[in-house]
């Protein structure tokens, strides 16, 4: 099994890199969980933050490969200061790293640092968990499980940045 090492989050130029984040997705939703690629690249990319997950990778043979992405994270800004988090995605070989942690604090970092006031996200249900951790909060009215694209999911918010 691949050792990682050497984490590093780092924002994304866009639209050069992100084919980047692309290829990440690819991997997390549409071969893991089986997502279509007209569901994740839902247009709305290039009007988004993206940040990028990378590390050092040695692999069994004990060579190492240099600046591997091994997730990702995207902020769709909306109205009103609200920043909607979305397609958080680790490789499977990568997970158990906190790599989903981090890049969620990179993003509220962002946030805070740039008038974001709230952010939003539709979790996943088995996520659910991960993101309470994070700070995240089901609000009571705001509570009610939803299908998108198949999944059944959860609207999550963390207010007053």
């Known amino acids: 099994m691949a050792k990682y090492s050497n984490v590093r989050i780092a924002k994304l130029k866009i ?41 050092d990778k040695e692999n069994d043979d004990g060579t190492i490969e240099h600046d591997v992405d091994i ?8 109205e009103n200061g609200v920043a909607k988090l979305g397609r958080l995605a680790v490789l499977s070989s990568a997970r158990g790293l906190y790599i989903g942690q981090k890049l969620c604090e990179a ?9 974001f006031q709230t952010i939003v996200l539709n979790a996943q249900i088995g996520r659910r968990g991960f993101y309470e ?5 089901v609000e009571e009215g705001d509570d009610g499980v939803f299908d998108d694209s198949g999944t059944p999911h959860i609207r999550m918010w963390m207010r007053n940045l």
Do not use: M
């Open 15 to 55: 639209p050069e890199e992100i084919s980047r984040a692309h290829a990440v997705r690819y991997q997390v939703f549409v071969l893991e969980q089986g997502y279509t690629v007209e569901i994740d690249r839902d247009n709305n990319d290039e009007i988004c933050h993206h940040w990028i997950a990378t590390c």
């Open 71 to 78: 997730g990702t994270i995207r902020l769709w800004p909306k």
């Open 107 to 115: 993003f509220i970092e962002f946030c805070k640092q740039n008038s």
């Open 133 to 137: 951790k994070a700070g995240f909060v």
